[in-house]
């Protein structure tokens, strides 16, 4: 099966209440485990690639990882360009087999941000790739940008509508609480349930909703969405690691987004815990090995664990591949 696009899993899961998970692959292990579990649990799936993936593991072995992960399952992939910066890279990834864009024009003015992403789009658009967007900030780190947590800007509804006529882009990041990385909150700006869990504050689902009135059917991405599942933050801290006060999104508020318009949601940093829990768990337990098949296989293991666990749990994509593929058969 060939990589597809997002518009028709974007249709179903808008229509069906569930979302689509995007998740951050570099490396062949991290493919495997997110493709595996996708396949046995018959999910369509978004492997989307950061710029610092791109430099690392190299374009070529990027897209031909995923080719090959195409090979062995049986399901809708998509593979994205996750924060494209500017024109050059997200037209690099349309030349270079991706069958969707992220122009992050987030940092820039109102204006701007159409500028470019419309540019962006009538390119991708032609060679029939489609486009995400960015409006507002989300806190913490994206990619090259950097964001204070104080400075974050929550979407403004009222912006949505020009944006997305504007420009034509086929979905929209927006900001409503969340942010990149593992430490999403200060400890001060949370509660602490009965076993001292940080417990952080309500995205805004109010603006959520709000986006949602003015664009009806649109299909709305949530960014920095990881919930820092604490089960590998304590294997990370009980095996050498120090991630004091980790903290991410509750996976019931992903569930009520999932339910919602929003039909991506973005997890990077789950991925990087559950892979860093398996080699410290191996290394400490068996300081003899040094045959790296050894320690990355239970890193391997513990993302497809995640994995199964957010289609199931969180997303709501199990069983979904069939329509998703039935609908992209539709339309061709
Ligand atoms: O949004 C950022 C992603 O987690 C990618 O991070 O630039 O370190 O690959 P990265
Ligand atoms: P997390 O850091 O919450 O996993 O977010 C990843 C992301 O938004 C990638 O674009
Ligand atoms: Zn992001």
Redesign the pocket.
């Known amino acids: 099966m060939p990589l597809v696009g997002t518009k028709e899993m974007f249709k179903k899961a808008y229509d069906g209440g569930y979302a689509i998970g995007a998740f ?1 692959v ?1 490396n062949m292990e991290i493919v495997q485990g997110i493709t595996e579990a996708a396949a046995e649990l018959k999910s369509p799936i978004i492997l989307q690639a ?4 791109r430099k690392y593991a190299k374009n070529a072995y990027l897209v031909h990882l995923v080719e090959a992960a195409l090979d062995v399952c049986d399901i809708p992939i998509a593979l994205h360009l ?2 494209g910066a500017d024109f050059e890279t997200c037209k690099s990834c349309v030349d270079g087999g991706f069958t969707s864009v992220m122009i992050d024009g987030s940092k820039y003015p109102f204006k701007e941000n159409i500028e470019l992403t419309k540019r962006v789009v009538d390119y991708a658009h032609e060679h029939n790739v489609v486009v995400e967007a960015e409006l507002g900030q989300l806190a913490g ?3 090259d940008v950097k964001v204070k947590a104080n400075e974050a800007h929550y979407t403004q509804p009222d912006e949505v509508e020009e944006f997305v006529k504007s420009t034509g882009v086929d979905s929209l990041a927006i900001a409503i609480g969340t942010s ?1 990385g593992a430490f999403k909150f200060k400890p001060e700006q949370c509660t602490r349930n009965a076993d001292g869990i940080l417990v952080p504050p309500e995205l805004r689902f109010d603006i959520l909703e709000e986006v949602e009135k003015r664009l009806p059917d649109f299909p709305i991405v949530l ?2 969405a990881s919930s820092v599942i604490q089960k590998y933050v304590k294997i990370i801290n009980d095996n050498g690691g120090a991630l004091k006060d980790a903290v991410g999104i509750p996976e019931d508020q992903l569930r009520k987004a999932a339910k919602s318009a929003v039909c991506k949601i ?1 997890i ?2 789950d991925l990087r815990l559950a892979m860093t829990a398996g080699i410290r768990e191996t290394m400490a337990a068996q300081p003899d090995v040094f045959d790296p098949r050894k320690y990355i296989g239970p890193g391997r293991a513990y993302i497809h664990e995640l994995v199964a666990h957010k289609i199931k749990y969180v997303l709501g994509s199990d069983n979904k591949a069939d329509e998703v593929m039935e609908l992209i058969n539709a339309n061709k």
């Open positions: 951050n570099n950061s710029a610092g993936a996750d924060h780190i994206e990619d990149h960014h920095g973005n990077d940093s």
